[in-house]
């Protein structure tokens, strides 16, 4: 299957910081790739959805100027967690769509602690 | 309208037995189901898909039915194996928008 590279696997950083996650479609072309939140031995909430060359759609809930994303090329897609604090604490994952469509291949994830 | 239910919450099979992971839906425009494998610490891994124009699709040891009267498809895992121990979604979702929803999770256990 197409490959997804997710970095880093897990960070920790002080409460007021920024922290920054890259997503990466190794081996296709990714106009679309979405970011996911998943709180332990939880389901995975759908944060937004991130277009090449466009503005990211975020879901209902989901403060846009505290997940920053930006979805420069069609390789790569970064969320930035802005002024991070402890309840931002969470396993991030994106995943993006192959060429053909619909089958949606995922990064390994990225645990932040926020301390 | 939005949502999926999966069940159960947690499984635990003996080695060589079979697993049955299941999954219902209220919305009808989902036309795209898809189940997820996940380890711990690891992202979801895709294992099988289905649409509702077939009833069953079979790969490998895992198959998914699908009860498009009933709105509910669900997966089976054969001659199930320690190695099989982990989170499994399932998800839908409608055709174009490419948005999954996923199920709570099943967290199965295999025992050696």
């Known amino acids: 299957g197409a490959v997804v590279s997710q970095h880093p696997s897990w960070v920790i950083c002080k409460s007021g910081t920024s922290v920054k996650i890259e997503c990466r479609s190794l081996?296709?072309?990714?106009?679309?790739m979405f970011w996911y939140r998943q709180f332990p031995k939880q389901s995975l909430m759908l944060m937004a959805t991130s277009n090449e060359g466009s503005k990211a759609t975020y879901e209902q809930g989901v403060e846009k100027d505290k997940f920053l994303i930006n979805h420069a090329s069609l390789t790569l897609s970064t969320l930035t967690v802005t002024s991070a604090h402890p309840e931002d604490s969470s396993f991030y994952i994106c995943s993006a769509l192959t060429g053909e469509g619909e089958k949606l291949f995922f990064g390994s994830g990225t645990q932040l602690s926020v301390l | 309208q939005q949502q999926v239910k999966q069940s159960p919450q947690s499984l635990i099979v003996q080695k060589g037995g079979i697993s049955i992971i299941n999954c219902a839906y209220e919305n009808t425009a989902f036309d795209y189901f898809p189940w997820y494998q996940q380890f711990p610490g690891k992202g979801p891994a895709l294992l099988i898909a289905i649409r509702p124009d077939v009833s069953e699709k079979k790969e490998g040891r895992f198959t998914i039915s699908f009860n498009k009267s009933a709105k509910q498809f669900s997966l089976h895992i054969m001659d199930s194996q320690p190695g099989d121990s982990a989170t499994y979604f399932c998800a839908a979702s409608i055709g174009g928008t490419y948005k999954y929803i996923f199920g709570t999770g099943t967290r199965l256990k295999v025992l050696a």
């Open positions: 081996d296709f072309q990714a106009t679309t």
